[in-house]
């Protein structure tokens, strides 16, 4: 009984090469939501996505960030063009439909841009 | 001012004493309350959600809310050295995102 699983768990990226963030979600669960935690802050809303569609990207940085749930596969965050502020954890959570209070959450993925 | 506000503490208590976390928000539109636990560099783990106003108890833990007051509380009885962890409340408007506190790190030493 697999929960939500993030890969990778760390990676590190120079200033101006692109991230890719894969998310898979708890067997069932076909809604996906991505978070940003800053150094010190709290987490953040970046954008919630069902089955090849984008539901509310409204806490997604206009440039440089996309996301997609394809049919089949992971759910992606990709970063173009990283610069440090960047730097932070990004947690993936999942829930099934009418449960959006029951978010599970993955181990997230620590990006360091150098 | 933000949407929720959380102490963000350090808390330090020994153990078996009883703690009191608490958050207070602004958007009366909020339905569901959580409160989420995060261990360090750990993804962050759904301990309780709760629907409008109200207590739930889950054994050591009792989340309450009063919407009036637009004020939200986590009590654990017993605490234990295990329990020491960044506690996240975080409130959702139906079927959209959630909204998080910055987190309040709490240490129960033995």
């Known amino acids: 009984n697999a929960g939500v699983m993030q890969n990778p768990r760390h990676l590190v990226r120079r200033r101006g090469q692109e991230a890719r963030l894969r998310c898979s979600p708890v067997k069932g669960h076909s809604h996906v939501y991505w978070y940003r935690q800053l150094p010190e802050e709290g987490l953040k809303f970046m954008v919630y996505l069902q089955k090849e569609n984008i539901i509310d990207e409204s806490g997604m940085p206009k440039e440089r960030f996309s996301a997609e749930f394809p049919k089949e596969g992971p759910s992606i965050l990709r970063i173009q063009q990283v610069v440090r502020g960047d730097s932070a954890a990004y947690f993936c959570?999942?829930?099934?439909?009418?449960?959006?209070?029951?978010?599970?959450f993955g181990p997230g993925t620590r990006l360091t841009v150098t | 001012q933000k949407e929720v506000e959380q102490d963000p503490g350090p808390l330090s208590v020994p153990e078996g004493a009883i703690v009191s976390l608490n958050c207070t928000y602004s958007?009366?539109?909020?339905?569901?309350f959580m409160w989420y636990r995060q261990y360090s560099r750990k993804g962050p783990e759904l301990l309780m959600y709760?629907?409008?106003?109200g207590n739930k108890e889950d054994g050591r833990f009792t989340a309450q809310v009063d919407k009036s007051s637009k004020y939200i509380s986590l009590f654990i009885r017993d605490s234990q050295p295990s329990d020491s962890a960044t506690y996240l409340c975080a409130m959702e408007t139906s079927g959209s995102r959630l909204t998080f506190g910055e987190g309040t790190q709490l240490t129960v030493n033995p």
């Open positions: 709760t629907y409008s106003s």
């Open positions: 958007n009366s539109a909020f339905q569901y």
């Open positions: 959570a999942s829930c099934g439909p009418d449960h959006f209070y029951e978010q599970y």
